[in-house]
């Protein structure tokens, strides 16, 4: 038998968008190979070790970082089947009832281009809460007459509910963006009324004053919405206090500016890492789980009781006065 046990962390970093399958994103990745680059992530892999990893495929309908909060918050992991609307509600301070399904409402721009649509970032569009409202207002009644309940909760973020959401999968709206929503629709036959009502919000906000005044100031207009998040409200919709989720290379990856991604990874590694790092050369027991399009993996202090323990922690410290491992080859993995 071991003569230790890992103890849980006492602080947890995850951080979403850390590497991408996009071609932009293998262009930009082999500047992180330079032996500068994110020195406390190279010393942070020099001394921790891989605890767990998340599998997944980049045609999955969740996106692995939503898999390692799920775990965190004790949901089953079933894919596009996980109720991130009423984590969101948690954020934004909303209250959902317990015994309906609910799912989260993002509105948006659907660009049409020669071939296909593409959905942009809703936290792009500058959305304001005016102006959200106003908009929220002009559909409800659409998805009341059919049954559906509203509630506005931020500019970017309406929650609804209604029987059919029951056990439908869904896309994450961070999987969609950027891309042809039309694909990420599931074959769900509950996905049929989705699309109806996509169609007729479309057609309902064409000429409302708000996309009017928008289209004049040179803005994208809000001309439908996405579905996402949907089911039941879980006893646990609370992020864990230990657990930090890291949010900075969200908006560069998705757009493919890749100049401030890695601009945004350089300043994650300079206060989230190196925090980390503090913490970890302070004695406390840490964990950092590193997400990208297809994978998650948690590297995690190691344990260090008995002689045995005490010579790996002696030889990693060795090993961390030096540059520390290239990351790159651990973000191609994920």
Known sequence: MPDHVTPPPSLH???PFAASLSEPCQHALPRLADAKALPHLRRLLSQLQE???IEGDEYALSMPHERVLAAAMGWPDQDGLLPCAAWWAKQDGVKLTADAHWGLLSPGHWLMGRDHLTLLDPATLGLSEAESRALFEAVRSLFESDGWTLIWGASQRWYASHP?????PTASLD???GRNP???LTDHPQARTLRRLQSEVQMLLYQHPINDAREQAGLATVNSFWLSGCGP???CTATPDHIQLV???RAPLLADDMAAWLDAWAQVDNNVLKQALQAMDAGKTIALTLCGERHAVTLATAPAPGLGGRMWQSVK???SSRSGPDPVALLNSL
């Open 13 to 15: 970093w995850i951080v």
């Open 51 to 53: 605890v767990a990893r």
């Open 164 to 168: 059919s959401l029951q056990d439908l």
């Open 175 to 177: 999987r969609v963006i």
């Open 182 to 184: 039309d694909v990420w």
């Open 233 to 235: 409200v879980p006893a």
């Open 247 to 249: 949010n900075d290379l």
């Open 317 to 319: 410290r060795l090993t």
